[in-house]
Structures are given as structure tokens and as C-alpha cells.
T-cell receptor, first 109, second 113 residues
Framework: LAKTTQPISMDSYEGQEVNITCSHNNIATNDYITWYQQFPSQGPRFIIQ???TKVTNEVASLFIPADRKSSTLSLPRVSLSDTAVYYC??????????FGAGTTVTVRA | EAQVTQNPRYLITVTGKKLTVTCSQNMNHEYMSWYRQDPGLGLRQIYY???????DKGDVPEGYKVSRKEKRNFPLILESPSPNQTSLYFCASSSDYSPYEQYFGPGTRLTVT
């Protein structure tokens, strides 16, 4: 499994866009990039997944450059309820996921 | 409602007393996994199962057993719990056509004294 590096924490304010960048320099050809969100005392929740370029859903966007050595999760116009830990995962099999420490995003009023 | 359920949600036990944490999903998912979460260590995979009767070790399998006799159930067994197994445990499942989209249960907080 490719090792990922992401910031430990980020602060933001309501209404702002939050961008979390994850580094995965040794990503393999068959690897997909997946992001999860976790609120305190709850199980993680799948946000988005991508392989290359850009993926967008109703919650977030995922930007993946051509070399795929990094990816950026973009959360548009965050609210207080977006305060959570965000995990970047890289792998070629969905059933064997490796969660790192994640990025704690704190949204302030 | 599509969901993953775990029981019990909270458990306090003593060292050496065998226990089982049950996990059940109603989505007909092929894949199921168990994770433990500890402060500063993130989520670590204990065991996973790709289908009935097919299980494999994750990153931290020592001290745990699992079985997958039915597709919907994936119990986690601690034969002789120790204090270092005090943790928050999550069960998860995902489908064969969308394996990266795992659905997590509500968690089981286990304390071993």
C-alpha cells in the first residue's frame, strides 16, 4: 500500500473553501485514491474516490494531477458541521484499506 | 435502511474473559472488515473477509479471531482479552462493484481491565 502524507490539522471559517492536499509519491499504476470523513465517536464515511484528473460529487471535489503523486480534496463553503477528521487512502484493493492519522479540520464561526 | 450494526456498543470486561463482538450488514456486501481505533494511531485493520469462509489478516491481527460463516455476519472474537486491546472497534462492509466505498458500523467501545 502506498504511504500517504497529509497535514495533521487545518483551521477554517464558515463559508470558506477548504483544500486538503495528500502526498502519495509511491502510488502504483493500479492504485485508486479515496477520501473518508470521520466525526468524533462515529465510523468513517466515504466521501469521494478517483483515479486521475477531477472528480466531483455533491459533497466534495477531488483533484489529481497527471503524475498522481498527490491529490487535493476540496470542500466548498464549509460549515461548522464539516468539522471532522479527513483521511486520504491509496490502494489497489478496496477491501484492504490503510487509514493514517488523517487531517483534523476545524471550522470556526 | 441499509446499515452495519455492531453489538454491544459498549463493553467493560476483565483480562482473560472471552468475548465476541458481533457485526451484521443488510446490504448483501461481499467484503467485511474489522478495525480498531486508538488515539494517535488512526484506524488499523485487524481482519478482513472477501466472502463467506474467506478471511485474511490485516495490519494488527494478534489476539483476535474472526469467522465468516454467513455473508451478512462477521463476528470479532477475543479469546483472552488483555488491557492493550482496550480500544474503539469498527466493523465495515463494501460491495464487490464498489469496494472502496466502505460502510462503517457505529463502533464498539471496549475496555479491558
Amino acid at each position: 500500500l502506498a504511504k500517504t502524507t497529509q497535514p495533521i490539522s487545518m483551521d477554517s471559517y464558515e463559508g470558506q473553501e477548504v483544500n486538503i492536499t495528500c502526498s502519495h509519491n509511491n502510488i502504483a499504476t493500479n492504485d485508486y485514491i479515496t477520501w473518508y470523513q470521520q466525526f468524533p465517536s462515529q465510523g468513517p464515511r466515504f466521501i469521494i474516490q478517483g483515479y486521475k484528473t477531477k472528480v466531483t460529487n455533491e459533497v466534495a471535489s477531488l483533484f489529481i494531477p497527471a503524475d498522481r503523486k498527490s491529490s487535493t480534496l476540496s470542500l466548498p463553503r464549509v460549515s461548522l458541521s464539516d468539522t471532522a477528521v479527513y483521511y486520504c487512502l491509496v490502494g489497489d484493493t478496496g477491501y484492504k484499506l490503510s487509514f493514517g492519522a488523517g487531517t483534523t479540520v476545524t471550522v470556526r464561526a | 435502511e441499509a446499515q452495519v450494526t455492531q453489538n454491544p456498543r459498549y463493553l467493560i470486561t476483565v483480562t482473560g474473559k472471552k468475548l465476541t463482538v458481533t457485526c451484521s450488514q443488510n446490504m448483501n456486501h461481499e467484503y467485511m472488515s474489522w478495525y480498531r481505533q486508538d488515539p494517535g494511531l488512526g484506524l488499523r485493520q485487524i481482519y478482513y473477509s472477501m466472502n463467506v469462509e474467506v478471511t485474511d489478516k490485516g495490519d494488527v491481527p494478534e489476539g483476535y479471531k474472526v469467522s465468516r460463516k454467513e455473508k451478512r455476519n462477521f463476528p470479532l472474537i477475543l479469546e483472552s482479552p488483555s488491557p492493550n486491546q482496550t480500544s474503539l472497534y469498527f466493523c465495515a462492509s463494501s460491495s464487490d462493484y464498489s469496494p472502496y466505498e466502505q460502510y462503517f458500523g457505529p463502533g464498539t467501545r471496549l475496555t479491558v481491565t
